[in-house]
């Protein structure tokens, strides 16, 4: 079976706990994991996050916290782990987010990235929803623009989940309970 890219796996907003219906194992990944400290990749992963914030280019916004997290990849859960970065920009107005939103589709392509996936969702908001996989590194972000129905009523948003692909953790590393 052949493995989903990032990006559909972004846009399920479910990596963790994905399962194919076949065996798991490194040749599943597609590639070869980059061996890479646990702290190393939340810094990268923070940085990609920072690039998404820039691109948007809304300065005046808040953003949620905390930091990205890791977690085990099915493949190898003893030697292979992932990072995410969930946060949220609110606190402009629903105009101010929209055009962030246009600015991150515009900016994207031009850094390298892919847009597989973009328009309303299935919500019953319809909120526009893009995902895009880097062309250089293994990672995927999916971007939701909260303005209309309820949610967009109560606290206008873009809601982000930068993904990374499975990294190798270095000789020695115990990857049980990290978060």
Known sequence: MRRPSLGVLTSAL???TLTTGCSKNVDDLGYTPVTLGVEEARARTKNISSQIFDMIGIKQGKTTEP???????????EHL??????WSLYGVSPDELT??????KEALPKRGWKIVEYGPNSSA????????????DHYAVNAELRVTGE???????????????CFRAPEGTDLNGIY
């Open 151 to 165: 949610s967009g009523k109560e606290q206008p948003l873009i809601l982000v989940n930068v993904v990374s692909g």
């Open 99 to 104: 055009q962030g939103f246009q600015r991150l």
């Open 14 to 16: 479910a990596l963790a």
């Open 125 to 136: 908001n319809k909120n526009l929803e893009l995902t895009a996989d880097s062309e250089t």
């Open 67 to 77: 930091g990205p997290g890791v977690s085990t990849c099915d493949e190898d859960s």
């Open 81 to 86: 782990f992932m990072s995410r970065h969930p």
